[in-house]
């Protein structure tokens, strides 16, 4: 069984920075992309940023010049790191990633909760 497990979360200041984290665990033969998505309070779900596993990242233009995201593709683990965060940015987090084990599927974490207080 193939789980995905965020960390990371928190309340931070306007201006301040937080770095996510997500662990892919169980039997896994590759992962292809991964990426992060958020959902505000009475929002859908909306993509944050994307990377293929050869590197290549997508971002939402609401976050470009502000995030970024990595991979650690040893470790089966994908990062974002968020800088100059805004109230707006205040969503829970999901990761998600598409694994090939058994069979190829998407999978989705738990969600992280980020605050960013004015």
């Known amino acids: 069984q193939v789980q995905l497990v965020e960390s990371g979360g928190g309340l931070v200041q306007a201006g301040g920075s937080l770095r996510l984290s997500c662990a892919a665990s169980g039997i896994i033969f590759s992962i292809n992309a991964m990426g992060w998505y958020r959902q505000a309070p009475g929002k859908q779900r909306e993509l944050v940023a994307t990377?293929?596993?050869?590197?290549?990242?997508n971002y939402a233009d609401s976050v470009k010049g502000r995030f970024t995201i990595s991979r650690d593709n040893a470790k089966n683990t994908v990062y974002l790191q968020m800088n100059s965060l805004k109230p707006e940015d205040t969503a829970v987090y999901y990761c998600?990633?598409?694994?090939?084990?058994?069979?190829?599927?998407?999978?989705w974490g738990k969600g992280t909760l980020v605050t960013v207080s004015s």
């Open positions: 990377i293929t596993s050869g590197g290549r990242t």
């Open positions: 998600n990633a598409n694994i090939q084990h058994w069979v190829i599927g998407d999978y």
